[in-house]
């Protein structure tokens, strides 16, 4: 299970006090190598109570250059934490590539405190671990180093160890009735962290489990555990070959190609009808958003679709039933530097909205297996991954009562010629089209490719892809106005 | 006073709809042209109730590409903001350059609202409105434009709009208890609007008038205010000449150069004196941050100081005696491309700590002053400018309860110079010396100028500049420790 339960002796002061400085050296050398390397290092501290993990903590932060590190602790929850899916106030708190992130307390502690409570529901814990060996296993596909370290005591030590910390006058402050009750029920803690470190042992996210009744032993098994990990990670992520762009773009899955290339594109609606009918459903649309606040769920908007398809214009349908007070429109373009630093998904869990509110994205998430596959941002095995975590995120979303409502609008080649041209010729539109747009018009077969892929291996039931035709503006912004109120009515009524 | 009342004539629905689609194409243009712009726009909707803030706002955005705004609206205060310094809510709410942010409503909500209160002082309303022009003075000297349209409504008219909301069964949900509240005390209320138009005022950030007594006139005169200020604005800020690099660095207080030249610097200190004093210091600072923290006051810290001049060394001690998790270094270097595309004091406001929590500045905002003066990052008006500010915003830190501790580390030109050479011939200190460091040493002269001017120009009462002699490390170390401690002594006191 874990990699290995490090019996250590007790470490005496003098050969204690003659090992620091070295380590103290080799974590200087870490940061100084960790400046320039792709990846970022988080090293979780966790375990049993009265383990001194705020002293190993401490004393780590302290060897370390404090320039480049930064301790996360969590607090309870906030209400801006609360009022988004669960593992968003943890997506906040990732280091950038480059930088090391200590944890003082992380998604672990939280999963362990509430499985801890005297009605807590075996499955919710089981569910919990799943989704934490997702989130590390998202991390650690990423390059990210995670180093988990386990302080563990027996019973008997960690009694003794608090009756010592109350018995002097300035350390007694620190011992808690909580402590007291998590001593007592060592036992079932102890069943709920071996449970914990079996379901998330991983390679790149190993659990070290370092004995905590030496404090000296104790501090420099963790550092040792931390450079080893590093020492390892480094020299393979160097190694990894940079992406570069495919030459040919092979189908995983012609079936959505032929789809695609299959779909009809209705050709004519009436003004008159489009009007009436838009009228209808913007009006019901109304509704139901603020329907949804009430029930304080939020929603997600995702516009895919061809240059020129239309998405802007159904964007502005859309937002015009919606109060402009609760609604955001999230235009994905090149990553910004901080971004770049971050996980893919990063930039998109800064903008997951808000409990009652609604964020649009025009362009998203599927990016990285459309453009970044066909021009080569990512490695293969990068974005081929990147169906199931797609479709794992948009799960985290839904399941923490967002509605997720994911467009492709379709049109055909010769018709994004026709719009290309107008838009050229047309002065106020003329900004709308760029260089860009003609070259990725050149790849339109790749892309095809690529879209019939995306919207076969994304599949899922909690967030469909809607596929609309949008050859005819009208119909394609009448079919946008209609799915969303669809999803979002039958979304309420599971509630 | 305000710009002028724009007393408007109803609009008939055919001119209107005549005019509507030129609006937009401008609103577009505007867009586009302010895409490359080096400032933001900020668009303020604000007014009496019923004039209808909500509906011009979902106009006006319906008309803009939603890809380019953000609509601001605020809540209460969520407890992140309500755990920092009051203007930190709106600091993290500002568009960067190049795009529009239209406020549903804003500071000045905010400052209204605490006014309407029954039992409000007087004194604590004159007082927000003091911090909203100092704001929005801020905002404009950076560039910003900030269009702030007031809508009106005499109360006989909003009598009459709020009967007929209520009268229409799809409307009356709109009327709530509070707006009947708003109307009853129209009188007060409509004085407070005056004071605060009259307050806050000013080119760059004036107040336009507009009657909401006919939505469509309404919808036109705002969208007017939007577009002329803008066309004004625009050629102004092309014009701006660019920064460049100065000639030479001419004090603008000699005086602070030449204490700065005369500071004496204590080269002894034993190493057991300074063990036995700085352990009493640091337990001394351990229980005074842990006392802070009770009260929930936060710190904030300000490190500068000559390139080797401990500055690293004297944060590692000071973090020593925090507890890691409640405490974050935040290095300040380069600004990332987020950063750059807001006003210089945003990085900084960023970062601000939560209420009990200690934030460390390792290089800080007087980079304005220190080495964009001399590298010619900024404008002359733009340091010169940047004493006020930062003074301004230190007082919005310690008015918000952030306790501020700066210090300016002192060495001579020739121990810099035995540093380096020190830090070149140790293995493990190489990679904290670079070129940069040895160009800006070139310019010792330069900078020990702009020090002086610093030290004195940016002195205050709440955030003191403590002169710390670094030319022995053990000395500066310790009076790190021995003046936070006082300082933070003496302000918890005073609560």
Known sequence: MAKSTEARKKLSKKDYEARVPE???QLIQLQVQLKQAPFPVLLMIAGVEATGKGEVINTINGWLDPRGVEVFAFHPPTDEERARPYMWRYWRCLPPRGRLGIYAGSWNTEALREAAQPDADPGVFRHALKRIAQFEHLLVADGVLVVKCWLHLSKAAQGERLKALEANPRTAWRVTPEDWKSHRAYERLDDFG???RKATH???AAWHVIDGDDARARNVAVTEALLNAFAAHLPVQAKLPR???PKTITP???????KLQQLKLPKKLSAAAYEEKRDKWLGRLNQLVRRAAVHQRSMVFVFEGWDAAGKGGA????TSAIDARDCRVVPIAKPTDEEKAHHYLWRFWRHVPRAGTVTIFDRSWYGRVLVERIEGFAREDEWQRAYTELKEFEHQLTEGGVIVVKFWLHISKAE???RFRHREQT????HKINDEDWRNRRKWAHYETAVGDMLMLSRSSEAPWHWVPAENKRYARLQVLKLSCKQIEAALEKD
Do not use: N
Not at 252 to 258: F, K, Q, W
């Open 23 to 25: 380590l103290r050296q």
């Open 416 to 418: 994004q010629l026709l």
């Open 243 to 245: 992406p570069s762009r």
């Open 252 to 258: 995983l899955c012609p079936e959505g190609l032929e």
């Open 202 to 204: 991983r390679e790149g």
């Open 194 to 196: 071996q449970e914990l």
């Open 315 to 318: 964007i502005r349908r859309l």
């Open 427 to 430: 002065e106020y539109k003329r």
